[in-house]
């Protein structure tokens, strides 16, 4: 877990949003479109706080846990016969060393100048948990946003089926104050959904090319450069769609959607295309 946690105004709005956003969906739609107290609405209450409570402990879990420290005592081997990949710097081909933590980065780490200092496997600096996305937390990020996108879709879907029932009487009763709620849930919800669809599928694809966010991008850049160069560019992490899944994942598809991390190893080597085809050429 992180050491300290400190004040986030954009984790403190994610709070307030994700409190305003469930007791209006039990309180206003589900007891408007069933009643509360009747079986289909008891139903969705228990469905929704069950998603809702997983997607709190996944978010908590995002914001708590360390991404992943670079040891103090990693030094780069180029001599291992097991570890066909060393990255090196775009100029001069020197191992990647960084000036400001004084230390060699292993692959796929990097240095997040908010944190201050090199994360294993960075993905992104993301300011709505107020911490990296990396190696140790990538798996839980990943299905905290499964959760979000759940639950924001689901209280949309109650939100637009409570609006078709005919409640004049409650519409009077309340002095317009449901209508107020339903205004400010619409400006939320909607982008919401939109939003964290669209992250959700980036995350998929990217998972499914066992890249991260930095990876994407020097991968585009790589590509130019190889095309320009007349030849074809290949990613080395990238193991096949399902492998790549798994690698994240973890290898039991039950696991897929708790946020288990005994599989992840210690994030200072990965396996590559190239231990695949190494397998494949010994088994021949």
């Keep these: 877990m992180k050491q300290g946690v400190r004040f986030s105004l954009p984790v403190t709005v994610v709070v307030l949003a994700i409190c305003y956003i469930y007791f209006s969906t039990i309180f206003i739609y589900i007891d408007r479109w069933f009643g509360l107290l009747s079986s289909p609405g008891i139903m969705n209450a228990v469905v ?10 996944n978010y908590t879990i995002s914001v708590l846990m360390d991404p992943g420290r ?58 709505w948990i107020n911490n990296c996305v990396g190696h140790a937390n990538y798996k839980v990020f990943f299905i905290f946003v499964v959760y979000a996108v759940i639950a924001c ?36 919800l909607v982008p919401l959904c939109v939003a964290l669809s669209v992250l959700l599928g980036w995350h998929i694809y ?18 130019w450069l190889a095309e320009k160069g007349g030849d074809v560019y290949s990613h080395p992490y990238d193991l096949g769609a399902y492998e790549n899944l ?36 010994t088994s021949r």
């Design 48 to 57: 929704f706080t069950g998603v809702t409570v997983m997607f709190v402990f």
């Design 70 to 127: 670079v040891p103090a005592t990693y030094m780069p081997d180029i001599e291992d016969s097991e570890n066909p990949v060393h990255e090196i710097k775009r100029k001069g081909g020197d191992l990647r060393y960084c000036q400001k933590c004084a230390h060699y980065k292993p692959p796929r780490a990097h240095h997040c100048r908010v944190c201050k200092r090199c994360v294993l496997r960075m993905d992104h600096h993301c300011i």
């Design 206 to 223: 990217l998972i499914l090319q066992n890249k991260t966010t930095i990876e994407y991008h020097e991968g585009v850049r790589a590509m």
């Design 246 to 281: 798994t690698t994240v994942l973890g290898p039991n598809i039950f696991s897929w959607v708790c946020p288990t991390s005994g599989h992840i190893g210690s994030g200072i080597r990965f396996r590559t295309a190239y231990d695949c085809s190494a397998v494949t050429l």
């Design 153 to 188: 879709i689901y209280s949309l879907v109650l939100l637009v089926g409570s609006l078709t029932i005919d409640s004049e009487k409650d519409e009077q009763q309340s002095g317009g104050s449901s209508r107020t709620a339903y205004v400010i849930s619409g400006l939320l």
